[in-house]
C-alpha cells in the first residue's frame, strides 16, 4: 500500500454538550480518493475543518505527510488545499487577483505560468479580469476548484465539489481530479451526496453516522455487502436506521 | 514569517482600493474635511489672541497629528473587514498563513493607507494654513512613531473585539479614537484634567505626543523624556494588542468560529 498523507487518529470534538466528531480515525494514501459519506449534521465538515487547522479537535491527532497538523500547522497545511461549495472565493475580486494572492498565500512557484494553466483547464480563460461575485455558481465552483490546485496539494479536500454543477461539467471536473490522484503525488478527502458521483470517483469510503463511522469499504462492494442494490440506498439507511447496520457490522 | 503571504494581503488590500472610489476617497477627504474646519477655527482664534501666540501649530497640528492616528488604526481594521465583508476567513485561515504574518500584512497595508492621509494632510495644512512643520523640529518623526506604533495597536485590538464578537462589532471600532480624545490630551494639557482622568491620560502614549508638543510651540523645551515614555508605552501596547488577537484567533480555531463566523456566535 502506499504511504498515507493524511493519518487521522481517535479524532474527537464537541460542540457543548453535542458530540460532532467522536473517535474518528482514517488514512487518505497517495493516489485514493476517499469518500467521507453521510448525513447532513454527520460530522463531515467539522472532520474537514479540523484537517485544514480551522478547527481545534478536543482530541486525537492530524498527521499531513508525517507532519503533526498541531506542532507544525503551517507546513502541514502548505501540502493541502480545499474547495467547499460554502467557501466561495471573495467576489470583489477578479479570477485571476483571487488565484494571484492564494497563489501567494500557498507559496506556489511559477506562479503566472500556473495561473495560466489552471484558466486553461478549468475553461476560465475568458473570465480572467472578471469578478468572482458576477460568475454563476458553477463558474465560481470552477474558480474555486482551480485555487485548490494552485500549489499541486499533496491533500486535497473537496467538500460537495460539484454540487453546483451542471452534469456535463461534473463530469469533466470529476476526471480531471481522477488524472491528479491517479499520478499518485496525492491524496483525496471526498465529501458529496451524490451518490453516483462517489461510486465513479472514490476507491474507497467511510460513512459517517453521528459523529462515528459506520462503514468503510469499496463504494461498489459495499451496498452488495449490507443487502442493498446501491450506494443510495446504503446512504439512506445510514441516514434512517443507522442501528441496523451497527447490528449488522457487530 | 514569509514575505509572500504578508504581500500577498498587502496586494488584496491593493486590488480592492485601486478599483474602488469609495476606498479611495475616505483615504483623505474626512482628513481634508477636519483640517479645513480646524484651520479656519485656528485663523479666527489667530486674531483674538494679541499675545502672540499662535494657535496654528498647537491646534491644527493637535488635529493633523490625532488624524493620523485614527487612520492608521483604521488602516488595519479596514484591511481586516475586507474579510468579513467578503465572508473570507475560511478560505485565508485554512491556507498556511501564520497569524504573524496575516496581522503584518494588515500592518503593512496601513501603512501605505495612512501614509496617503498624511501626505494630503501636510499638503492642505502647508499650503492653505501655513501650518509651520518646522516649528516641531527634529521632534516630529518621533511624535509620528508614537502614533503611528499607538494606532497599530488600537487597530489590532479592534479588530480582536471584532473576530471575537462577530460582525456587528465593528460598530464599537470606530468611534474608539473619538472616545480616547478627551483623555489624550489632544487639545488642552493633562494638567485641565480632573484627577481620575489624568491617570488614564497618562496610561496613553498620544498624551505625551501632544503635552510635548504644545512644550515646543510654547517653547518649554526638548520633550524628549516624555517622548521616550511614550514610545516604550505605545510598544507595550504593540505587544499587548498582538497577545490579544492570538488569543482570540485561538479561541476561533478551539470553538469553531472560524467556520461559522457569520452565525456571530458558536454558543
Known amino acids: 500500500m502506499r504511504p498515507a498523507v493524511l493519518d487521522v487518529r481517535d479524532l474527537r470534538k464537541a460542540y457543548g454538550r453535542t458530540v460532532a466528531v467522536d473517535g474518528v480515525s482514517f488514512e487518505v494514501h497517495q493516489g485514493e480518493i476517499l469518500g467521507l459519506l453521510g448525513p447532513n449534521g454527520a460530522g463531515k465538515t467539522t472532520t474537514i475543518n479540523m484537517v485544514l487547522g480551522v478547527l481545534a479537535p478536543d482530541a486525537g491527532t492530524i498527521g499531513i505527510e508525517g507532519l503533526d497538523l498541531a506542532a507544525r500547522r503551517s507546513d502541514a497545511i502548505e501540502r493541502t488545499n480545499f474547495a467547499a461549495v460554502y467557501a466561495p472565493l471573495p467576489g470583489n475580486l477578479t479570477v485571476e487577483q483571487n488565484?494571484?494572492?492564494?497563489?501567494?498565500?500557498y507559496g506556489v512557484a511559477g506562479l503566472k505560468e500556473r495561473i495560466g494553466e489552471l484558466l486553461a483547464t478549468y475553461d476560465l480563460e475568458r473570465f480572467r479580469r472578471t469578478r468572482c461575485g458576477v460568475l454563476s455558481s458553477g463558474e465560481q465552483t470552477r474558480v474555486s476548484l482551480a485555487k485548490a490546485m494552485l500549489n499541486r496539494p499533496r491533500l486535497l479536500l473537496l467538500d460537495e465539489p460539484t454540487a453546483s454543477l451542471d452534469p456535463a461539467t461534473a463530469r469533466e471536473v470529476r476526471a480531471r481530479i481522477r488524472e491528479a490522484a491517479a499520478r499518485g503525488t496525492g491524496g483525496v478527502l471526498w465529501t458529496s451526496h451524490n451518490?453516483?458521483?462517489?461510486?465513479?470517483?472514490?476507491?474507497?469510503?467511510?460513512?459517517?453516522?453521528?459523529?462515528?463511522?459506520?462503514?468503510?469499504?469499496?463504494?461498489?462492494?459495499?451496498?452488495?455487502?449490507?443487502?442493498?442494490?446501491?450506494?443510495e440506498e446504503l446512504f439512506i439507511t445510514v441516514a434512517r436506521e443507522p442501528l441496523t447496520l451497527e447490528e449488522g457490522a457487530a | 514569517m514569509r514575505a509572500s503571504r504578508v504581500g500577498a494581503i498587502v496586494l488584496r488590500q491593493g486590488y480592492l482600493i485601486s478599483h474602488s472610489v469609495s476606498r479611495i476617497v475616505p483615504l483623505f477627504a474626512w482628513v481634508v474635511v477636519d483640517v479645513v474646519l480646524w484651520g479656519l477655527i485656528t485663523r479666527y482664534l489667530n486674531t483674538f489672541t494679541g499675545s502672540g501666540y499662535n494657535f496654528v501649530p498647537a491646534l491644527l497640528g493637535a488635529v493633523l497629528l490625532w488624524d493620523f492616528l485614527t487612520r492608521v488604526m483604521q488602516g488595519v481594521t479596514m484591511a481586516f473587514f475586507e474579510d468579513v465583508w467578503a465572508r473570507n476567513f475560511l478560505n485565508v485561515f485554512a491556507t498556511p498563513i501564520r497569524i504573524s504574518e496575516y496581522v503584518g500584512g494588515l500592518v503593512v497595508s496601513s501603512v501605505a493607507t495612512s501614509a496617503v492621509g498624511l501626505v494630503v494632510m501636510v499638503a492642505v495644512a502647508t499650503v492653505v494654513f501655513a501650518l509651520p512643520f518646522t516649528t516641531y523640529g527634529m521632534f516630529l518623526g518621533p511624535f509620528l512613531g508614537v502614533l503611528f506604533l499607538f494606532g497599530i495597536a488600537l487597530g489590532i485590538v479592534g479588530i480582536s473585539i471584532v473576530l471575537r464578537l462577530g460582525p456587528a462589532?465593528?460598530?464599537?471600532?470606530?468611534?474608539?479614537?473619538?472616545?480616547?480624545?478627551?483623555?489624550a490630551s489632544v487639545f488642552y494639557p493633562v494638567s485641565a484634567l480632573p484627577g481620575w482622568m489624568r491617570v488614564i491620560a497618562r496610561l496613553?502614549?498620544?498624551?505625551?505626543?501632544?503635552?510635548?508638543?504644545?512644550?515646543?510651540?510654547?517653547?518649554?523645551?526638548?520633550?524628549?523624556a516624555p517622548l521616550l515614555w511614550g514610545t516604550a508605552l505605545a510598544v507595550l501596547y504593540v505587544g499587548l494588542a498582538c497577545l490579544l488577537f492570538v488569543r482570540v484567533h485561538r479561541y476561533a480555531v478551539r470553538t469553531g468560529l472560524i467556520g461559522r463566523y457569520s452565525a456571530e456566535t458558536v454558543s
Request: hydrophobic residues 50%; contains cysteine; proline residues 10%.
Open chain 2, 204 to 224: 496613553l502614549p498620544p498624551s505625551y505626543v501632544f503635552e510635548g508638543m504644545r512644550g515646543i510651540v510654547l517653547r518649554q523645551g526638548a520633550p524628549t
Open chain 1, 99 to 105: 488565484l494571484r494572492i492564494f497563489g501567494m498565500l
Open chain 1, 195 to 231: 451518490m453516483y458521483e462517489v461510486a465513479e470517483v472514490c476507491d474507497r469510503v467511510l460513512f459517517l453516522s453521528k459523529g462515528r463511522i459506520l462503514l468503510a469499504g469499496d463504494p461498489k462492494a459495499l451496498p452488495g455487502e449490507h443487502g442493498k442494490a446501491n450506494l
Open chain 2, 169 to 183: 462589532a465593528e460598530w464599537f471600532i470606530w468611534p474608539l479614537p473619538a472616545i480616547l480624545s478627551p483623555f
